[in-house]
């Protein structure tokens, strides 16, 4: 289970790493194609957003591969659960169910991650 558990964490690292840098760092307008839910926010909300993606993107991994303060594994599972609820409640008011289904599983893999790293897999 602990192998898998980071096989969790790394995609999900990647996944919101380089997401949340890409909502970051690039001009509202250039992401309106990629991510069509912006036209809803201001730029700072996008890129705050972003920041904390790449936040909970970077806390699946590093926390837990360098030692230090591992328990910052399982808040990012946390956090990223939280991000993936809002997200969802975001894509059902503008009616986009196919990324309710993506926010769905993101959250379910960013939970089992808090829960394995809490519990009988935890460092």
Known sequence: MNVFLWIVQAFLGASFAGSGLIKATRPKDKLLGMFP?????????????????LLGGLGMILPAATGIAPVLTP??????ALLMVLAAD?????????????NAILLMLAVLVAWGRF????W
Do not use: C, N, Q
């Open 37 to 53: 839910w912006v036209e809803d926010f201001s730029p700072g909300t996008v890129r705050f957003i972003g920041v904390m993606g």
């Open 90 to 102: 975001v894509h059902i008011r503008r009616k986009e169910s196919s990324s309710v289904v993506v």
């Open 119 to 122: 519990g009988p897999y935890g």
């Open 75 to 80: 808040l990012a599972g946390v956090g990223i």
